[in-house]
């Protein structure tokens, strides 16, 4: 069940890029995540990317829960 999609900009360190399936691995300083860039930009230079890269970014957040879980009313 969809609950929210949302933009947030937000800072994010690089952590290391699988460019051959669309994958980086980035932390927020809370945890670490795999996303997908869309930057062309960023995706052009992507040898030139280095660990610890700090990123200001536009993120799409969605959150699910199972169609069994129902938030509260």
């Not at 460019?19 to 230079?45: C, E, I, S, V, Y």
């Not at 992507?46 to 700090?54: A, C, I, T």
């Amino acid at each position: 069940m969809l609950l929210a999609t949302r933009i947030e900009q937000i800072y994010l360190k690089l952590v290391k890029g699988y460019p051959k399936n669309g994958k980086w691995r980035f932390t927020n300083g809370a945890g670490q995540f795999f996303a997908a860039m869309a930057d062309a930009d960023f995706l052009h230079d992507f040898d030139k990317r280095q660990s610890n890269e700090v990123l200001k970014a536009e993120m799409k957040v969605t959150q699910r829960l199972p169609a069994d879980d129902r938030p509260p009313e």
